[in-house]
């Protein structure tokens, strides 16, 4: 069975401080995609990246860097000297082709709310 | 502003009501999503469309139905309306089948 598992509820860092939250999955597929979406207080899911199961390299884009280990499925995002404006919901989604590489629907985690304080 | 539009955004209705959502997806995307957040569920998928034909469905309730119409919206209609449907729902869409999704604003629904 596909599940996501995000075992971080909450953290609270001070600016500046780097952080880690934390993705674990599940997939008996050898094809899937692993994302991650921000979902800051105003409510929209804002899309941050996407993964393929054969590129384990890891990714940097700025401040944020994706670490992706097939071996300990997990695919973990660091933000590194976080800001106030990081404060939001952070989603880990997994993704399979299903039947005849015919769908693409998304299993979320259930979320780590991320609070930066000034 | 991911391209995505969905109306109305908030949704106020009673018990036993039929409502309609609205999504038109950014332009050139062929696959539309729906999905539903609640508190309790967190962020569930409902049901994908892709090019007017129903792709996939996940829990989707059978109160609740949906379309993809030939000029690519799609439109959630959800009958029958319970407290627990009160919920964010969010439709998202894709140039394929194997892109990322980008998601709308979403729609609040209140059952009261």
């Known amino acids: 069975a596909q599940k996501v598992t995000q075992a971080q509820t909450e953290i609270s860092v001070v600016e500046k401080e780097d952080v880690t939250l934390d993705c674990v999955y599940e997939?008996?597929?050898?094809?899937?995609?692993l994302f991650w979406y921000k979902q800051p207080p105003s409510g929209e899911l804002v899309f941050l990246i996407r993964?393929?199961?054969?590129?384990?390299q890891n990714e940097i884009s700025g401040r944020y860097s994706w670490n992706f280990q097939k071996s300990t499925s997990s695919f973990n995002f660091t933000i590194t000297a976080s800001q106030v404006v990081d404060s939001a919901v952070y989603f880990c989604?997994?993704?399979?082709?299903?039947?005849?590489?015919?769908?693409?629907?998304?299993?979320f985690g259930t979320g780590t709310l991320l609070a930066v304080q000034p | 502003d991911s391209g995505v539009t969905q109306t109305p955004k908030h949704l106020i209705t009673a018990t036993g009501q039929r409502v309609t959502l609205r999504c038109s997806p950014r332009s050139g995307d062929l696959s539309v999503y729906w999905y539903q957040q609640s508190l309790d569920q967190g962020l569930q998928f409902l049901i994908q469309?892709?090019?007017?034909?129903?792709?996939a469905k996940g829990n989707i309730l059978e109160r609740f139905s949906a379309q993809q119409f030939p000029d690519l919206h799609s439109e959630l209609n959800l009958s029958s309306l319970e407290l627990g449907d009160s919920a964010l729902y969010f439709c998202a869409s894709s140039p394929g089948l194997l892109y990322e999704q980008y998601f709308g604003p979403g729609t609040r629904l209140t059952v009261t």
């Open positions: 469309y892709y090019n007017g034909e129903e792709r």
């Open positions: 997939t008996r597929d050898t094809t899937y995609y």
């Open positions: 989604a997994l993704s399979e082709l299903g039947y005849g590489g015919a769908t693409n629907k998304l299993i």
């Open positions: 993964r393929n199961s054969f590129d384990e």
